[in-house]
């Protein structure tokens, strides 16, 4: 059984490696850069940041999933969030 103390950490590392295997499915499929490939870098970096700011892969009390152990409907819809975005990263034209 999952440890529910840190699916949110789990679900933030899934979402970025799935990122970085989009963003590397792109520049395959071209010969240079295009805008989708650097539009999706960008969202990388901007999910990095996100996961960082709100302290998803943090493996002490100030985890995202430590702060939100006792709020079940929080750590639920930001869990679910995630996986949506991972299910959205791994279903598409480049799958």
Known sequence: MERSDQRIARFSLECQAEYQRL???LE???????LSTV???NELG????WIKDIGALHQDKHSLDSK???VDYLRHGVT???VDLKKTLTTGPFR
């Open 23 to 25: 963003c590397s499915a």
């Open 28 to 34: 395959l499929a071209t010969d240079q850069k295009t």
């Open 39 to 41: 539009a999706v870098q």
């Open 46 to 49: 901007r999910f990095r940041i």
């Open 68 to 70: 939100l152990r006792d």
């Open 80 to 82: 679910m969030l995630l």
